[in-house]
């Protein structure tokens, strides 16, 4: 692959979108390399955590404007352009295990959508969001009018897509965009951390998890207990389930062990 660099060790694979000579933007060739890539993840069942993070100090720019520019669209290549994003935000979100979004520097626009549709996501202290689709006359994409209400409420959501406005690593973590703040050079160590835990976690409680939570806020009681009770059975008769009722019967550690967060500085 020419504009991402991917790895795979110990059940975590590191997607990092390598083009920096433009800031890491989703223009064509990164696009069609990035839907290949989830679509090859998807189908690998040794995969069981996945990293996606950016190099050179930016997790990705957005769009690829410049080309943008160079060569307007048509409605119907819009669309189709769109139906390509499609395929990469549906393969993400929908992937039936955890995924981590490592950001350091700018995720803005379609960046910014991208790491939205992670299961977690670590800021380095320089990182910065923002929904800058208004500043050149789009709307939000790769799914952002979906997940950016989920993670910080509907007015918020109106706010950062109208104003278009930066918002900080320390932000982010109080908006609830980020789950930790962490020095640049911590941050993939700790993805790492995090990647390697969830990978040794059940693999099949982690997708019902998963899949459940995803359709939470547009479902109701009854059909979350339909989807726990269903759920359960599947994790509570898999391998991972009945070794960790012998481990806690026998008085030994867990297989699974959740990372402790590293020390602030002072």
Not at 98 to 103: G, H, M, Q, S, T
Not at 209 to 216: R, V
Request: include cysteine; hydrophobic fraction near 50%.
């Amino acid at each position: 692959m020419e504009t991402i660099e991917y790895t795979c060790a110990d059940g975590v694979a590191t997607i990092a979108l390598n083009r920096p000579e433009a800031r890491n933007a989703l223009g064509a060739p990164v696009v069609a390399e990035l839907d290949a890539l989830l679509g090859q993840i998807t189908r690998d069942d040794t995969v069981r955590a996945v990293i996606l993070t950016g190099r050179g100090g930016v997790f990705c720019a957005g769009g690829d404007v410049r080309s943008m520019h160079a060569a307007p669209r048509s409605a119907q290549t819009w669309r189709a352009g769109m139906r390509r994003a499609h395929r990469i935000v549906r393969a993400l979100h929908g992937l039936d295990r955890p995924v981590i979004a490592a950001v350091d520097g700018a995720a803005f626009g379609a960046g910014f959508s991208l790491a939205l549709l992670a299961d977690i996501v670590l800021v380095s202290t320089r990182a910065r969001f923002c929904m800058a689709f208004s500043r050149v006359g789009l709307v939000p994409d790769y799914g952002a009018m979906y997940t950016l209400p989920r993670s910080v409420g509907l007015q918020r959501a109106k706010e950062l897509i109208f104003s278009a406005r930066e918002v900080g690593a320390e932000e982010a973590v109080a908006l609830g965009l980020a789950l930790e703040m962490l020095e640049p050079q911590a941050l993939m160590d700790r993805a790492k951390a995090l990647a390697l835990s969830l990978a040794g976690a059940s693999a099949e409680a982690l997708a019902v998890a998963k899949d459940g939570l995803q359709a939470s806020l547009g479902s109701d009681l009854e059909t979350m207990l339909q989807i726990e009770a269903s759920g359960q059975g599947i994790a509570g008769t898999a391998e991972h389930a009945l070794d960790a009722f012998g481990r806690f019967a026998r008085k030994e550690p867990p297989r699974f062990q959740w990372p402790a967060a590293p020390a602030a500085k002072g």
